[in-house]
T-cell receptor
Framework: KAGVTQTPRYLIKTRGQQVTLSCSPISGHRSVSWYQQTPGQGLQFLFE???????NKGNFPGRFSGRQFSNSRSEMNVSTLELGDSALYLCASSLATDNTGELFFGEGSRLTVL | GESVGLHLPTLSVQEGDNSIINCAYSNSASDYFIWYKQESGKGPQFIID?????DKRQGQRVTVLLNKTVKHLSLQIAATQPGDSAVYFCAETLSSPNDYKLSFGAGTTVTVRA
């Protein structure tokens, strides 16, 4: 069974640009979450989608957005990139319909903003 | 009174010894807790979880202890092996609907000495 797949794995952008990251969850998983990981702030929740609906959102500015498609694949977008957006962006999927159960993480997309 | 284990950012353990990783969680309303392991270059991997109606749960070579009185969580790894070298995160959440986000701790880097 394929795991959570994130693309691209690495990317470099410059300030002011925008970026779109993609996540394919494990087959059958309808919940997809996104997390930002930095050395200073650790792992921070961005948002969670279930059946194409955003159920929860973390404390990030509106430059961070996401969506989920009918096949459960998800994308997140960051507009007007800032240096501080450099991070590992992790996607996780879950089979559970409630808020428990194992989250399966992908290997992440490492974004560097110059 | 009970002593609360101190969270340490790093832990060095002799191979074969037992490891104890401590975590203090922040939200007294949290009722679901998880430990994740993150190896270099990979996403976090689920280790074990525990609900607030339990104070101990055992897995294969791992035990999680929960002390709700002092909001403390610990992970015990028996007979630590080189493959256990990683960063370990505790996470907390509310299991109620529409609140599916994990709040992660700062992480403890475990290094196993041969």
């Amino acid at each position: 069974k394929a795991g959570v797949t994130q693309t691209p794995r690495y990317l470099i952008k410059t300030r002011g640009q925008q970026v779109t990251l993609s996540c394919s969850p494990i087959s059958g998983h309808r919940s997809v979450s996104w997390y930002q990981q930095t050395p200073g702030q650790g792992l921070q929740f961005l948002f969670e989608y279930f059946s194409e609906t955003q159920r929860n959102k973390g404390n990030f500015p509106g430059r961070f957005s996401g969506r989920q498609f009918s096949n459960s694949r998800s994308e997140m977008n960051v507009s007007t990139l800032e240096l501080g957006d450099s991070a590992l962006y992790l996607c996780a999927s879950s089979l559970a319909t409630d808020n428990t159960g194992e989250l399966f993480f992908g290997e992440g997309s490492r974004l560097t903003v110059l | 009174g009970e002593s609360v284990g101190l969270h340490l950012p790093t832990l060095s353990v002799q191979e074969g010894d037992n490891s104890i990783i401590n975590c203090a969680y922040s939200n007294s309303a949290s009722d679901y807790f998880i430990w994740y392991k993150q190896e270099s270059g990979k996403g976090p991997q689920f280790i074990i979880d525990i609900r607030s109606n339990m104070d101990k749960r055992q897995g294969q070579r791992v035990t999680v202890l929960l002390n709700k009185t002092v909001k403390h969580l610990s992970l015990q790894i028996a007979a630590t092996q080189p493959g256990d070298s990683a960063v370990y995160f505790c996470a907390e959440t509310l299991s109620s609907p529409n609140d599916y986000k994990l709040s992660f701790g700062a992480g403890t880097t475990v290094t196993v000495r041969a």
